[in-house]
């Protein structure tokens, strides 16, 4: 039987064609939201889920105990309940770094769109309003800093094409060190505080975690100069929004939003923000990774994680792995690749009331001899061991190493 794929966002339809040639029946219902997608899991049982933007909570991956992997056909993943999926033993795989471009793009285009103010222009003009007094007044970005937050795939790619446009750039990176930032030909801040003080253009491209919700606060942005800007093209609560609108009032910052809370969850609607009425804030359409180019990327990345898994169990960009066990110690066992072996193996190991906490089996050329690799809470005394060594013909050896 092959494994049954529900996606539940819009995707190629030359990439679901790809599924189904790997012997997957794939449903494909691209309208689900959070609750009609907690019902078409617990009806279509699915062995893997796609998704984009819709929601998959505690809910959806509670209603099929057969789900074994869900797919954020993008970057982020914290629409995804990563608690429950863990707990549940369900892999959840993201899709990094194939939207980099497509938001360093938008993010350029927002710095411009401040500095020469053309929604407004164009909002004016469909008004029928002429007011070139106005719009003439740009400072123009040429020679200004930008200050980069986050020195990822994606803060890299904006890096490269601010130098084109003559920016100077700055940054502060949990991972950007002094050397590296030289060799970035970039300057290096210790802390974001330092980085508003200098920075003419901010922007934005940190990853959502708990250290850095809410990172950027009213202390980060009353170091900012006035009448800088500002962009946030990562996630909206990485920011004090609240700081924000006071920063924009008090310290005439401008502002370029591609997220921001409230968000509408459905791709058309009506909505209400607080940003709607404040002049200097600029908000698009959370559409940073909305280019054709960066879909098809991303869904060939889906489409990869899909054929490896099928091919060999292994999740490529798994992001809820325990890095490391709590293992102490390893026992390997090097053996013929027999029926039974292991199964003899762990019924030893489980009489002796030790926890196997992770486990691998490598097969050699040939496939006549193979090694299993087992990791475990406690030691075995040699008694055990030698139990091993002696229960199954097919064993060669069983040494056990101290990895703790």
Known sequence: MGFKILIA????????????????????????????????????????????STKVGKESIEANPRLNLIIRAGAGYNTIDIATASEQSVYVANCPGKNSIAVAELALGLILSLDRKIPDNVADFRAGIWNKEKYSKADGIFGKTLGIIGTGMIGSEVISRAKAFGLKVAAWSRSLTPEKAESMDIEYCRDVKELAGKADIISVHLALTNDTRGFLGKEFFNS????????????????????????????NIRAALDVFSGEPSSGTGNFKSDFSGIENIYC?????????????????????????????????????????????????????????VLAGVLDIIRDSNTNVESMQNVIFNGAEGACANIQIDTALDSKTIKKIIESNKDILSASQYDIG
């Open 224 to 251: 900012m100069k006035d009448g800088a800007c500002f962009v946030n093209t990562s996630r909206a609560e990485v920011i004090d929004e609240e700081a924000l609108k006071n920063a924009v009032a008090a310290k």
């Open 9 to 52: 966002d819009k995707f190629p339809e030359n990439k679901i064609e790809e599924f189904t040639s790997l012997g997957c029946k794939v449903v494909y219902d691209p309208g689900l939201k959070e609750a009609s997608l907690t019902k078409a899991v617990g009806d279509e049982l699915p062995d893997i889920i796609i998704v984009r």
């Open 284 to 340: 698009t359409h959370h559409i940073g990774a909305s280019t054709k180019q960066a879909q098809n990327a991303i869904s060939d990345e889906a489409v990869k994680i899909v054929k490896e898994y099928i091919a060999t169990g292994s999740v490529r960009n798994c992001v809820n792995l325990l890095e490391k066990t709590s293992a102490k110690y390893m026992l390997c066992v090097h053996h013929f690749n027999r029926v039974g």
